[in-house]
């Protein structure tokens, strides 16, 4: 199962991205012919700028959640069943167990994933090339693909600079605040 939910993670982005661009399809991919079997109308996913974005962020969630998935197993793992066996003898419930042994014990678990996570959204390039080109409309043109448009497409070389420096700004802010969350979580 951990095979299953990891692959995705290390499959090839453009081939991935591909390949949901077929299973989109609007005439004959598989998301229409499954809703069209149950009775309900296709949709143009990717095609509508009313559903392309959510399509896109369905698909990077699909991408990345094996990987977070093996950082959130390993953190479970690796926190003692004594910590459990010592809070249910004091007599606390699941959810103060929960409250008060496993989300404190996977503390540092969450903020990687919750920074990485963040940094892959400002990096969020592939997908929305491959698939959309920025469109329709530029309903899924995400600040990656916007300054590579600028760059070298429209060769404003000097506005896709800036705009990558004010990306980098924005995702040390980002972290940054995530830090000072972290730090006073921790009591520091």
Not at 24 to 50: F, H, K, M, T, V
């Amino acid at each position: 199962m951990r095979l299953i939910f990891y692959t995705p993670s290390i499959t090839n982005t453009v081939a991935v991205a591909v390949v949901w661009t077929y299973m989109y399809n609007p005439n004959n991919g598989l998301l229409n012919n499954i809703l069209r079997s149950i009775g309900l109308p296709g949709l143009q996913w990717i095609y509508d700028p009313a559903t392309a974005k959510i399509s896109l962020i369905f698909l990077a969630i699909w991408k990345a959640v094996g990987l977070n998935m093996l950082i959130f197993l390993a953190a479970l793992q690796g926190i003692p069943e004594s910590l459990y066996e010592a809070a249910e003898l004091d007599g606390a419930n699941k959810w103060e167990q929960i409250r008060h042994i496993t989300l404190p014990s996977m503390q540092f678990s969450i903020f990687f994933v919750s920074v990485t996570t963040l940094i892959g959204w400002f990096q969020f390039f592939d997908e929305p090339f491959v698939m959309t080109k920025g469109g329709p409309l530029n309903s899924t043109n995400s600040v990656a693909l916007y300054v590579y448009q600028n760059g070298f497409q429209n060769s404003n070389f000097g506005f896709a600079a800036a705009a990558s420096f004010v990306m980098f700004v924005a995702i040390i802010l980002a972290t940054s605040i995530q830090f000072r969350i972290q730090r006073k979580q921790r009591g520091e």
